[in-house]
């Protein structure tokens, strides 16, 4: 069973830029369309980058221009370049498949990794 752990977050001033890594384990990590989560307190999980494809990537709206994802796979590590941040962007930051898996279901979230942007 596939397990991820991200990693690379930390407390950034506006502005700076940060970025974020996820390795995978216990499976192939090219087998899967992967993408990135984050969720702010008090809000729901939100997909803000993703592989729609091999080699297609796609963005939310209030990241696009500033986060880059990437990846590679003889590493198994996925990658969320981050630039430009903002306060807003404070979030735990996760990655797992798209569409994300149903509760209780494989692949299980990892602990996430905080980013915490602030003066």
């Known amino acids: 069973q596939v397990q991820f752990v991200e990693s690379g977050g930390g407390l950034v001033q506006p502005g700076g830029p940060l970025r974020l890594s996820c390795t995978a384990s216990g499976s192939r990590f090219s087998a899967y369309g992967m993408g990135w989560y984050r969720q702010a307190p008090g809000k729901q999980r939100e997909l803000v980058a993703r592989f729609s494809s091999p080699i297609i990537t796609m963005y939310a709206d209030s990241v696009k221009g500033r986060f880059t994802i990437f990846r590679d796979n003889p590493k198994n590590t996925l990658y969320l370049q981050m630039n430009n941040l903002k306060p807003e962007d404070t979030a735990v930051y996760y990655c797992?498949?798209?569409?994300?898996?149903?509760?209780?279901?494989?692949?299980?979230w990892g602990q996430g990794t905080q980013v915490t942007v602030s003066s």
């Open positions: 797992n498949t798209v569409p994300a898996p149903p509760p209780g279901t494989a692949p299980n």
